[in-house]
T-cell receptor, first 112, second 109 residues
Framework: DTAVSQTPKYLVTQMGNDKSIKCEQNLGHDTMYWYKQDSKKFLKIMFSYNNKELIINETVPNRFSPKSPDKAHLNLHINSLELGDSAVYFC???????????FGQGTRLTVV | KNEVEQSPQNLTAQEGEFITINCSYSVGISALHWLQQHPGGGIVSLFMLSSGKKKHGRLIATINIQEKHSSLHITASHPRDSAVYIC???????????FGKGTKLTVNP
């Protein structure tokens, strides 16, 4: 069974569209994250939720809105997509303050 | 200056060689993660450590808190170890990970 699963794996869309990326973990972890990996392969945290509460919100445009319906799910909704949003987005989870993070396989978003 | 600095940026080795990747971090980092990103893009967590040394198979991670330095060692390297290795620091008191720029390792047969 996949521990952290993201869908879709690939997403190609036009500028101005709204899209969502879904993430689910079956590890019983209480903390989930969204990371962005840019074209230079540099990873940067975007958001973190602990038990459905937002605990980290980095300087991310408000076109990006995370939603955590329960502690096993953290979805990322992006409004009015721009060319610069093209990147690979990784979801991850772990137990807060303890142990290693488990990553999803990534979603490659291409905005054309 | 990035809060987490890795070296080298690129590393090429012959199969069987001993590999060392270094990571220096700034004040405020309370724990360090080592991650491996395969050519296919997936990220796997190798270690999380806040003191001492951890070993898993041919991989060894060490951390020196006084010097704010961590190393990842690979013994008897193999072409399947070819990947990008990323060091990430956990900012004390938060869940925020700050990432190094990665070390691209290529192990030739």
């Amino acid at each position: 069974d996949t521990a952290v699963s993201q869908t879709p794996k690939y997403l190609v869309t036009q500028m101005g569209n709204d899209k969502s990326i879904k993430c689910e973990q079956n590890l019983g972890h209480d903390t989930m994250y969204w990371y962005k990996q840019d074209s230079k392969k540099f990873l940067k945290i975007m958001f973190s939720y602990n038990n459905k509460e937002l605990i980290i919100n980095e300087t991310v445009p408000n076109r990006f809105s995370p939603k955590s319906p329960d502690k096993a799910h953290l979805n990322l909704h992006i409004n009015s997509l721009e060319l610069g949003d093209s990147a690979v987005y990784f979801c991850a989870s772990r137990i807060q303050g303890v142990g290693e993070a488990f990553f999803g396989q990534g979603t490659r978003l291409t905005v054309v | 200056k990035n809060e987490v600095e890795q070296s080298p940026q690129n590393l090429t080795a012959q199969e069987g060689e001993f590999i060392t990747i270094n990571c220096s971090y700034s004040v405020g980092i309370s724990a360090l993660h080592w991650l491996q990103q395969h050519p296919g893009g997936g990220i796997v967590s190798l270690f999380m450590l806040s003191s001492g040394k951890k070993k898993h198979g041919r991989l060894i991670a060490t951390i020196n808190i006084q010097e704010k330095h961590s190393s990842l060692h690979i013994t008897a390297s193999h072409p399947r170890d070819s990947a990008v290795y990323i060091c990430a620091g956990c900012k004390g008191g938060s869940e925020k990970l700050v990432f190094g720029k990665g070390t691209k390792l290529t192990v030739n047969p």
